[in-house]
């Protein structure tokens, strides 16, 4: 039996924090629909005290999913905790995603806080939050540039006082896979208690190694990644969800660990936040870029026409690829179109239905021929999202 390693999407909080990517209520709650689809363990639908669009977003998301734990970040301060406590009370499985920096650089020159001050931090706010949420993830931010030692003594702490999961983040993408996996070793022979909590992993991709260090850790045995679609995130963005998640698919005999993702909801989902969020997918994107299969060179042809696997190691039905064998166009009708919105994940209701035919019949009027990026521009145009 293969190990599962749980997913935790962020998306919606460290995906949507970076420049061009920002979502607004209705769009969140869109996309967490289709998140719901894919079969996430963990969503974090935001950060409760930053703002009160964020926590009317966590509030709607909260009400919406069904079996996913819906987590909101907050910092290690009071106020910060009631106001994701506030937001996630509609949520029939919640987390509170606590965090406080470790690294001698982060504590001096952003928190101006000590070592014992930021251990005091995290005895006092973690038991505080204990009181509210029984699933609580604790993070040390920049935890890779920090002294090891240290961390494993704030560590401790956060599991002696309640803590169910515990992340190591690679704040500024810094660290190289096998260093990065000899933390998580480290953590796990160093700290009492922690065969009973989740250990997590979170990278960034500043020098293009989120998902190299994220699989480096999960073999190293972590049990749970972070990640958001198409990578989106801060600066270089964050460990990209269907890469981390095809990799353990695709090379299933070098890890035997899976996911409880369901990959052909892989390619809708990078799509819909695509055209939400207006950023178009590089054709050579892993997994979901055009590209992807899509062969040019002769030889290349030659091959996959005889036998797929001589340049293919994935099926391209996995991830949900379809090539355009459906396509509408000016005679098509309304059933049509709305069973195709709802292939490519539209909910739309019979008044909205109205409003979106009239639009695809002016498109279908210029142009002969609708593919999905025609509907899903249709959509976005409308903003009918939900
Ligand atoms: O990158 C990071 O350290 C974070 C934490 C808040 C988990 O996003
Ligand atoms: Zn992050």
Known sequence: MKKIVKIFDTTLRDGEQSPGCSMNRKEKVQLAYQIEKLGVDVIEAGFAASS????????????????????????????????????????KYKRLHIFIATSDIHMEYKLEMTREDVKNSVRKHVTYAKEKFSDIEFSCEDATRTDVDFMIEVIQIAVDCGATTINIPDTVGYIMPDEYSDIIKKVRENVVGIENVDISVHCHND?????????????AGATQVECTINGIGERAGNTAME????????RGDFFNID???????IMKSSEMLSSIIGVKISPTKPIVG????????????????????????MDPSMIGYKA?????????GKHALKQKLEELGF????????DIFEKFKEVSDVKKEIYDDDLIAIMSANNKLV
């Open 207 to 219: 020098l293009g190694l989120a998902v190299a260090n994220s699989l480096a850790a999960i073999k």
């Open 259 to 265: 996911t409880n993702i369901n990959t052909k909801e």
């Open 52 to 91: 009160v669009e964020d926590f009317n977003s966590i509030r709607e998301v909260a009400k919406i999913a069904k079996n996913m734990t819906v987590a909101s970040l907050a910092r290690c301060n009071k106020n910060d905790i009631d106001r994701a406590y506030e937001a996630l009370k509609d949520a």
């Open 243 to 250: 890469e981390v998640v095809m990799a353990l698919k695709t």
């Open 324 to 332: 355009n064998s459906f396509v509408l166009g000016k005679h098509s």
């Open 290 to 313: 055009k590209n992807v299969f899509s062969h040019e060179a002769g030889i290349h042809q030659h091959g996959v026409f005889k036998n797929k696997e001589t340049y293919e190691i």
């Open 347 to 354: 909910i739309v209701n019979d008044i909205e239905m109205n």
